[in-house]
């Protein structure tokens, strides 16, 4: 009984995994407007993914939804609407800019601004380094030249 029972467990668990189409007959004007709004939403597991890019089941979760209320006659605002109430600003690809999401908005500005005026105080920094470093005396110079050329020649012995 145990020997039939892990192959049966065992391919149940595959069948788990499988997902069926989202529509068999999809209406051509319902999947242009949801490809529209689903390429603004963000999947919310991947995260990086828009749900039109996404495989997730939240994803196709989302899509469903989306088909609905499109066939229900609600607008995209109100589509996007509602997915804001319901999930946040973050769920929008491009969130909107308030005090949330400002710093969404600002960083990048900031860090190229911080990584410019880094890059210019270090120039500075070489450059005043340079100037103040001492330069030989040429008397000096000549002696060390000197000094290095009788190394270089062979020894006589």
Not at 49 to 66: M, N
Not at 105 to 115: E, M, T
């Amino acid at each position: 009984m145990k020997r039939l029972l892990a192959p049966l467990l065992l391919a149940a668990a595959t069948l788990a995994w499988g997902q069926s189409a989202e529509i068999a007959n999809p209406d051509p004007k319902v999947e242009a407007r949801l490809k529209a709004i689903a390429h603004e939403l963000r999947c919310l597991v991947c995260q990086n993914q828009t749900i039109a890019d996404s495989d997730a089941p939240l994803a196709v979760d989302l899509r469903q939804q989306t088909r609905k209320m499109i066939a229900e006659g609600k607008s995209d605002d109100e589509i996007r609407a509602y997915m804001v109430e319901r999930y946040g600003d973050f769920v929008l690809y491009k969130p909107p800019f308030n005090a949330a999401t400002a710093l969404l908005w600002v960083a990048p500005g900031l860090l190229v601004v911080g990584g410019l005026a880094g890059l210019v105080v270090l120039l500075r920094r070489r450059r005043e380094a340079t100037a103040a470093a001492p330069t030989p005396d040429p008397a000096r110079r000549k002696e060390i030249e000197a000094l290095l050329a009788a190394e270089d020649e062979p020894r006589r012995g």
